[in-house]
Every structure is written in C-alpha cells, then in structure tokens.
T-cell receptor, first 114, second 117 residues
C-alpha cells in the first residue's frame, strides 16, 4: 500500500506570495489532517478534513486555508506569506477520523519564506 | 484546553541501555487517546503506540513498553536495550474521541533521543 505523499517536498517563496501544498492520503483513508512544525512552536494542528468537510481548525490566521477533493486528496494554501510561515508542513491521513485513529504521516513539505 | 508536556528536551544513552521518555498530559475530557510517535531525521512521523483513557493496562511490544497512569496524568514510554537506529525525536500526543472532534492531535515539544554506539 502506498503511503501518504506530499508535493512538493521543498519550496522557496518570497514574502507576500502565496503557496499551495498538496497531500495524497493512503488509499481508502477519508480523513486528512495538516500540521505545521517549527523549532519555536513545535507541532501544531492546522485543520482536518473528512469527506470534503473541514471538521476542526487550529488557531491559525485566515491566511491558512485548505480543501479536500472527492478522491480525498487535500491541498492547503497560505496567502500573503510571512517569514514566520517558514516551516515543515506535515500531512496525515487516517481511515475513520474518530480521534482514536493511528494517523499516517507524509514526509512533509519544507517551506522557506525569504 | 488540552496540553502535553515532555520535560526532557534531550537524552543521550549508550547502546543497549534502557531509556524512559516522560509525558504528562492535561485534558478535561473523560475519553481521550494517547499516542507516541517517532520522527527520524527523514522527517516523517511514525506511529508507535496508542492507549485509550479507559485502559490503564501497561503492555510490552517487543523492545517498547509503556506506563499509563491516569492518577498522575502520565504516559511514559520505555525502550529496552536501545539501538543506534532508535535515535530520533519522540513525540507524545493527545486526542479527543469522537467523529465530531475529528483527528486533532495535540503534541508535546518532543524529546531528542541520541543513542551512541
């Protein structure tokens, strides 16, 4: 079974630009969650989608948004990039999305904002 | 609000030593789940173990074991006979139960484990 894939793996953007990151979950998984990892703040939950609906959102500004498609693939978008958005963005998928699920993480997208 | 604390920032051991990683959590929920994940240098988080709030039985799985105590809100993880390949960052995490909450993991800050040969 193929794992969670994230594209691109690395990205360099300039302040003020916008970026879209993509996540393909494990086949059959309907829940996709996004996390931001930085040295200062650690791993923080961004949002979670299940069957194309956002069910939960972390404490991030509106510049961070996401969506999920009917095939469960998900994208997250960050508009008007700031230097502080530089981070490793991790995507995770699970089958039921009930909180007890073992989540499978992708390798992440490392975003650098200059 | 949920919170997970991993007080140990970094631990160094010599191969074959046993090592215990500490985790203390806070939650008002009566039903919750606790996890340990490992993050090797490649960056991908790998699931290790899961425990629900109703099951305090401690178990051993291979070289891994865990000690869950609701009375002290602790969920400690032990690696027996550590190996160099165990070197990674270990995260303790907490989630609420139920579909309406979805899959939101609250992570601790992580503990860097260095196993030297």
């Amino acid at each position: 079974k193929a794992g969670v894939t994230q594209t691109p793996r690395y990205l360099i953007k300039t302040r003020g630009q916008q970026v879209t990151l993509s996540c393909s979950p494990i086949s059959g998984h309907r829940s996709v969650s996004w996390y931001q990892q930085t040295p200062g703040q650690g791993l923080q939950f961004l949002f979670e989608y299940f069957s194309e609906t956002q069910r939960n959102k972390g404490n991030f500004p509106g510049r961070f948004s996401g969506r999920q498609f009917s095939n469960s693939r998900s994208e997250m978008n960050v508009s008007t990039l700031e230097l502080g958005d530089s981070a490793l963005y991790l995507c995770a998928s699970s089958w039921k999305g009930t909180g007890m699920d073992e989540q499978y993480f992708g390798p992440g997208t490392r975003l650098t904002v200059t | 609000a949920q919170k997970v604390t991993q007080a140990q920032t970094e631990i160094s051991v010599v191969e074959k030593e046993d090592v215990t990683l500490d985790c203390v959590y806070e939650t008002r929920d009566t039903t919750y789940y606790l996890f340990w994940y490992k993050q090797p240098p490649s960056g991908e988080l790998v699931f290790l173990i899961r425990r629900n709030s109703f099951d305090e039985q401690n178990e051993i799985s291979g070289r891994y074991s865990w000690n869950f105590q609701k009375s002290t809100s602790s969920f400690n993880f032990t690696i027996t006979a550590s190996q160099v390949v165990d070197s990674a960052v270990y995260f303790c995490a907490l989630s609420e139960a139920g579909k309406k909450y979805g899959n939101k993991l609250v992570f601790g800050a992580g503990t860097i484990l260095r196993v030297k040969s």
